[in-house]
């Protein structure tokens, strides 16, 4: 007759085993598609790679050495990320699924609604970020008229999934961003701004900016219009109109190196310069007023 400790220990046995081949031979490989189909549902240029898929408790995915991509380019590298699904979603048609990851020194969280018709049935997404320093994105480093540093945190929406009526919604804060100039203007290398705000909208390849506004010591000002979005980027067209309000600091510096009589230093350090930007992102065509 087998004892109850016998059995007991088959038990156990039987649980270890399972965990042990649900971590070693978890289908990281099919997880990874699954994700690659939902980010497609988006945008069919979106992908993801990862070094490692593994289960994780609280009952969810943990991913490591996460990359994504946007066609050729590589947008960001992940340390980490973390998929659960929420148990009180589990019964119901739609699924509700958390997620985390840290990325450039930074934090993104959220959660998406997945339906069950398949993969492109992504009814909604949202996202916080937080502290993401934007000299550590591969997407940003690959602009070669100017680099960027400075802490970036918000709030993104998407509803839609991949219709062609989705939209994506934003706003972002910027604190303490940097703009290095590749070619110096009016030697001028590095503009500094202490606080900048962005609304947005995008739906299809139109980029809508609501409002622009940026301030700190060398200047401040607003932005507003579009962005035809092309692939790649820098192929984006522009139609964006703006006004720029020097600080004395900037002022001082652009009394310096600009010709006398090219602008008028009273009109531009209380009304500001009026401008349009058309053109491509690559190569951008500015026009005051």
Same mark, same amino acid.
């Given at each position: 007759?087998?004892?109850?400790?016998?059995?007991?220990?088959?038990?156990?046995?039987?649980?270890?085993?399972?965990?042990?081949?649900?971590?070693?031979?978890?289908?990281?490989?099919?997880?990874?598609?699954?994700?690659?189909?939902?980010?497609?549902?988006?945008?069919?240029?979106?992908?993801?790679?990862?070094?490692?898929?593994?289960?994780?408790?609280?009952?969810?995915?943990?991913?490591?050495?996460?990359?994504?991509?946007?066609?050729?380019?590589?947008?960001?590298?992940?340390?980490?990320?973390?998929?659960?699904?929420?148990?009180?979603?589990?019964?119901?048609?739609?699924?509700?699924?958390?997620?985390?990851?840290?990325?450039?020194?930074?934090?993104?969280?959220?959660?998406?609604?997945?339906?069950?018709?398949?993969?492109?049935?992504?009814?909604?997404?949202?996202?916080?970020?937080?502290?993401?320093?934007?000299?550590? =994105?591969?997407?940003?480093?690959?602009?070669?008229?100017? #680099? &960027? @540093?400075?802490? !970036? $945190? /918000?709030?993104?929406?998407?509803?839609?999934?991949?219709?062609?009526?989705?939209?994506?919604?934003?706003?972002?804060?910027?604190?303490?961003?940097?703009?290095?100039?590749?070619?110096?203007?009016?030697?001028?290398?590095?503009?500094?701004?202490?606080?900048?705000?962005?609304?947005?909208?995008?739906?299809?390849?139109?980029?809508?900016?609501?409002?622009?506004?940026?301030?700190?010591?060398?200047?401040?000002?607003?932005?507003?219009?579009?962005?035809?979005?092309?692939?790649?980027?820098?192929?984006?067209?522009?139609?964006?109109?703006?006004?720029?309000?020097?600080?004395?600091?900037?002022?001082?510096?652009?009394?310096?190196?600009?010709?006398?009589? =090219?602008?008028?230093?009273?009109?531009?350090?209380?009304? #500001? &310069? @009026?401008?349009? !930007? $058309? /053109?491509?992102?690559?190569?951008?065509?500015?026009?005051?007023?």
């Amino acid at each position: 007759m087998v004892s109850a400790r016998t059995i007991f220990a088959y038990i156990l046995y039987a649980l270890l085993a399972t965990a042990v081949f649900m971590i070693f031979l978890f289908p990281g490989q099919a997880v990874t598609a699954y994700v690659n189909r939902r980010l497609a549902a988006m945008d069919p240029q979106l992908s993801m790679e990862a070094a490692s898929v593994r289960p994780s408790l609280p009952p969810g995915i943990k991913m490591t050495g996460v990359d994504f991509h946007h066609g050729s380019l590589h947008l960001a590298h992940c340390e980490n990320a973390r998929m659960s699904a929420a148990l009180g979603s589990l019964f119901k048609e739609e699924k509700r699924i958390r997620f985390q990851t840290r990325l450039a020194d930074g934090e993104i969280s959220g959660q998406a609604v997945l339906g069950a018709s398949g993969p492109s049935d992504l009814s909604r997404a949202e996202a916080d970020l937080e502290h993401i320093r934007l000299d550590q =994105l591969d997407a940003l480093k690959a602009i070669e008229q100017f #680099g &960027l @540093s400075g802490a !970036l $945190r /918000g709030h993104l929406t998407h509803d839609g999934g991949g219709s062609p009526a989705a939209t994506t919604n934003g706003k972002l804060n910027v604190a303490g961003l940097r703009i290095a100039l590749k070619n110096p203007f009016f030697g001028i290398s590095e503009l500094i701004v202490d606080q900048t705000d962005m609304e947005f909208s995008i739906k299809g390849k139109n980029l809508h900016i609501k409002t622009f506004t940026f301030g700190g010591p060398m200047v401040e000002g607003k932005i507003d219009g579009s962005i035809q979005l092309r692939t790649p980027l820098g192929k984006s067209r522009l139609n964006l109109s703006g006004n720029a309000k020097p600080q004395p600091e900037l002022l001082a510096r652009l009394q310096e190196v600009v010709p006398q009589g =090219l602008v008028n230093p009273r009109t531009l350090g209380t009304r #500001g &310069l @009026s401008f349009r !930007l $058309r /053109g491509s992102v690559d190569d951008p065509k500015i026009s005051t007023r």
